[in-house]
């Protein structure tokens, strides 16, 4: 199948538009992820894009992070593919040669945080019932070093040991207050804000543009290109704990529950 990625290009402006559809909650499944690099490999080698914007197709939530369910009583061999799928994403997105705007329309915890600090810039709706860090400590395991890496590329390495070791949710404005999002504009108005600020990305010429950007990131992705292997070995080990397998069971249990 191919719907869990809408992209919309727009050949007038070199702009294509990426929405995440997997409802409820934009959960980054194997399936999910693998549509997403395959479909940010064709905008990538796609002359006529030079910009990208990320969204969600779902209003209120960006997106939950990686999907619980595929680290959760599957077999070794699923959690390496999946694995594996993680990092491709997090190569493909945080290496783009493209200018990359992500307009978090809702909350955007974990894998979704990730995401959103892959790109260049982060516009998110001004809310505060919308929340974004990286979580993963609260869920019993430990968000590994390429997922530090981005962070502190983001935010510093203070605001970073902080928020991975208490597992940290901010909300919006808190958020903005430290740079983790660079913009705040109300729900209705997050799409035109992406598309503003890209036009303004998009004035810099492309080459020296392209040239500058990876001064920075290269060395960041180049540490995980030398150990995928390494690291996903340790991913599954990890994962595979009982003890581990234990604490996500009692957090979905505890995201169910809070229905009730
Ligand atoms: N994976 C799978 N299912 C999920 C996830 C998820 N990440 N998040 C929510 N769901 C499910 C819920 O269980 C619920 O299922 P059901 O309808 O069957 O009860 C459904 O989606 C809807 O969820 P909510 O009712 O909670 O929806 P809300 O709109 O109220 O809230 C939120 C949306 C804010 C996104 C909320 O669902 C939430 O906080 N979810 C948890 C997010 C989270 O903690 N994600 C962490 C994932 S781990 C990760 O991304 C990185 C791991 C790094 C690996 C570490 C190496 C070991």
Redesign the pocket.
């Known amino acids: 199948s191919n719907d869990k990625i809408l992209v919309e290009m727009d050949e007038s402006t070199g702009v294509a538009v990426m929405k995440m559809k997997n409802p409820?909650?934009n959960?980054?499944s194997l399936e999910l992820l693998t549509e997403f690099s395959i479909s940010l490999e064709k905008l990538e080698i796609d002359r006529g894009c030079r910009g990208l914007i990320l969204t969600s197709a779902s209003p209120?939530?960006f997106s939950?992070?990686?999907?619980?369910?595929e680290?959760c009583g599957k077999s070794a061999e699923h959690y390496a593919a999946f694995w594996k799928a993680v990092q491709e994403m997090w190569l493909k997105l945080f290496g783009s040669n493209m200018v990359t705007i992500a307009a978090i329309n809702g909350?955007s915890?974990?894998?979704?945080c990730?995401m959103a600090m892959c790109c260049d810039y982060r516009i998110m709706a001004d809310s505060p019932k919308y929340?974004i860090g990286l979580?993963?400590t609260?869920?019993g395991?430990?968000?590994?070093f390429w997922?530090k890496d981005t962070m502190t590329h983001t935010v510093g390495s203070r605001v970073t040991e902080q928020s991975l070791q208490l597992g940290q949710m901010y909300p919006a404005p808190a958020a903005l207050k430290f740079g983790l999002v660079d913009q705040l504009v109300p729900e209705d108005k997050v799409q035109i804000t992406a598309a503003a600020a890209m036009a303004q990305w998009l004035s810099v010429p492309d080459h020296a543009r392209q040239i500058t950007k990876p001064m920075i990131r290269k060395p960041i992705v180049d540490r995980l290109v030398k150990q995928r292997e390494a690291d996903i070995d340790n991913?599954v080990s990890?994962?595979s704990k009982e003890s581990?397998q234990k604490s996500l069971q009692a957090?979905?249990d505890r995201?169910?529950q809070?229905?009730q």
């Open positions: 409820p909650v959960g980054l209120k939530v939950a992070g990686l999907d619980i369910t680290m909350s915890p974990a894998g979704g990730l929340a979580n993963e609260q869920l395991i430990v968000a590994p997922f991913f990890f994962i581990i957090y979905m995201l169910k809070k229905k």
